[in-house]
């Protein structure tokens, strides 16, 4: 479990990158997260002046001799020794929420920033905390980013009553792809899309494969403009995200930039000839706009100029931006981390209650042939949503775990394959379900060949196979 999470830790690290949460629970509170922070950087690495293994044994003495496990924080230290905690995950038997981890560690007043070259720089810091016989040890959970080798995730199942959720499928309806079995560069992925005569555009952390036929081209250093990482020359910039214009460009996400592919020549877009500055998520409407929410606002580039919407122009609820749609009546949904609206015109809708998006945060967004609207939706713990549809007399239907043999509410993508009839879901932390009309399936890797519990995005091709970008490597699911 242990080796588990520590592979995790690096896998989900964009190394020189805007703060990222590392773990399932998060925390939006961190102010900190505003600037960039390299991951255990520094010849001299951000620490406290305390031995920290004997500050928390004095400051965590009420827990119960019974409580075992172990408990990883994501502290975030900038350049003036500021820090706070951006993200924690619990491996232990009993809740450790009267510990006050959080509270403990952001009261704390003598951290120091990591020195890289002579100068303070901000940086991720990650506290392993462990508990066993009513004693705890505390130390940091160091990383060399200069000697990284390609690593996968699979990632535990946590889910209750996993024998409960079946697969059906036949194990040959499974494929899967990696660095040990084809030209995949890199097995952790997180952006798939797929063009219309069925081509696959495969975005890795360390290049970009187009499968074609059954046949594989890679993309990497060498033909593309795509930037390298500052801490391994060698190693290309993580594909965050991907999408295909209504011109058939293909676009991806990495870093602090944009790269177009019309086929022949590829364009970038960075922080010099455009407002980008992060961004992990892009999508292209239907009418030739490019969409790219950050954490500054939405940024939208319409094939000649660039716009940023934000709080101090619009009626956005928040700059951070988090999902974004333009459905066939020319309504824009926008979700933030504080609420969302829909533009309609000169009209800006707020969602009241009885529409789940007074709750929940939609982050992406499909309308089917009938006009019907598809929505993934994210909510701070306790999650309850998970999927929505908008139907075209304007009431709203939740799909969850109370209404529906899907195992968990956390939706990170979703297909919808209208000429078979096919919901499929990818559930974070526990893979892919499939809803065929009447009966729901789950694929895990514990139960099937799906290779990883972080199925990042998912597509479906001209012949209604589906493809998954995961944390360990690229799977094709086919269906007769």
Avoid at 96 to 109: A, G, R, T, V, Y
Wanted: glycine share 6%; aromatic share 12%.
């Amino acid at each position: 479990m242990t080796k588990q999470i520590f592979t995790i830790i690096i896998l989900l690290t964009f190394f020189n990158s805007k703060a990222q949460n590392l773990f399932s629970e998060q925390f939006d509170d961190c102010h900190q997260a505003r600037f960039s922070f390299c991951l255990d950087c520094g010849e001299t690495k951000a620490q406290s002046e305390s031995d920290i293994n004997e500050y928390f044994k004095k400051h965590l003495t009420d827990f119960s001799p019974k409580l075992r496990g172990k408990v990883f924080v994501q502290v975030i230290v900038d350049s003036i020794g500021n820090q706070c905690v951006k993200s924690l995950q619990s491996k232990t038997n009993k809740s450790i929420k009267k510990l006050e981890l959080k509270d403990k560690i952001n009261s704390m007043s003598n951290w120091k920033p990591a020195i890289c070259k002579g100068k303070e720089r901000s940086a991720t810091v990650v506290l392993e905390f462990l508990f066993n016989n009513g004693q705890v040890e505390t130390k940091y959970k160091r990383f060399d980013t200069k000697n990284q080798s390609n690593m996968k995730s699979v990632g535990p199942v946590e889910i209750d009553r996993k024998r409960k959720y079946k697969n059906k499928l036949d194990s040959n309806s499974f494929e899967v792809f990696t660095t040990q079995n084809s030209i995949v560069p890199w097995d952790m992925s997180r952006a798939i899309i797929s063009e219309q005569n069925g081509v696959i555009w495969y975005g890795t952390d360390n290049g970009i494969v187009k499968v074609e036929n059954g046949n594989m081209t890679l993309f990497g250093s060498k033909n593309t403009p795509i930037k390298a990482t500052p801490y391994n020359k060698n190693k290309l910039q993580s594909i965050m995200h991907s999408a295909i214009d209504s011109e058939g460009n293909k676009w991806f996400v990495g870093g602090k930039s944009a790269y177009k592919y019309n086929d022949e020549n590829w364009q970038v877009f960075d922080t010099i000839n455009s407002p980008l500055r992060w961004t992990t998520k892009i999508y292209a409407d239907k009418i030739g706009n490019v969409w790219f929410p950050s954490s500054k606002g939405l940024i939208k580039y319409d094939g000649k100029n660039w716009s940023v919407m934000d709080t101090t122009n619009s009626k956005l609820p928040s700059n951070r931006v988090m999902g974004v749609f333009l459905d066939s009546k020319s309504r824009l949904w926008i979700g933030t981390n504080k609420g969302n609206i829909r533009i309609d015109g000169e009209k800006v809708i707020e969602f009241k209650d009885g529409s789940p998006l007074s709750t929940s945060t939609l982050t992406k967004g499909f309308e089917d042939s009938t006009g019907t609207i598809w929505f993934s939706l994210y909510e701070k713990f306790p999650q309850t949503k998970g999927f929505a549809k908008f139907k075209t007399d304007g009431t709203w239907e939740i799909i969850n775990t109370d209404n529906s043999d899907m195992p968990r509410n956390d939706v990170l993508d979703f297909a919808i394959d209208e000429k078979n009839n096919r919901i499929w879901l990818s559930l974070n932390r526990v893979g892919i379900s499939m809803f065929d009309g009447e009966n729901w399936q789950t694929f895990t890797p514990e139960n099937s060949k799906v290779p990883s519990t972080y199925v990042q995005r998912m597509t479906l091709d001209n012949k209604g196979n589906l493809w998954c970008a995961t944390f360990a490597g690229l799977l094709k699911i086919k269906i007769e």
